[in-house]
């Protein structure tokens, strides 16, 4: 059993950064490939981004291209979210995922689930 908790949301201005964070316990972190969803208010879960096991190979969704790094560190057994030039329309709540499988990039069917962070960007 993989927790994960999340870390380093709160409020900024449009235009800022953040950066999130996912610590994993519990299991072989670099046995998952990890992910990172959001959820605004009213609005079905979207996917943001995702890293393979070792970290070669990262996606994101075309909403954040461009602005959005995530990174992982698996001495760490952390996954991380670089947010810049943030917009209004990127306040949501995010969570970060785990999968042992690759697939869970395209299906969204990851085994693991934190229980998110909020996000709040300001006009």
């Known amino acids: 059993q993989v927790q994960l908790v999340e870390s380093g949301g709160g409020l900024v201005q449009a235009g800022g950064s953040l950066r999130l964070s996912c610590a994993a316990s519990?299991?072989?972190?670099?046995?998952?490939?990890m992910g990172w969803f959001r959820q605004a208010a009213g609005k079905e879960r979207e996917f943001v981004a995702g890293i393979s096991w070792k970290g070669g190979n990262q996606y994101y969704g075309d909403s954040v291209k461009g602005r959005f790094t995530i990174s992982r560190d698996n001495a760490k057994s952390t996954v991380y979210l670089q947010m810049d030039r943030l917009e209004p329309e990127d306040t949501a709540v995010y969570s970060c995922?785990?999968?042992?499988?690759?697939?869970?990039?395209?299906?969204?069917?990851?085994?693991?689930w934190g229980q998110g962070t909020q996000v709040t960007v300001s006009s």
């Open positions: 519990g299991g072989t972190f670099s046995s998952y490939v």
């Open positions: 995922a785990a999968s042992r499988g690759i697939s869970a990039i395209r299906t969204m069917a990851f085994d693991y």
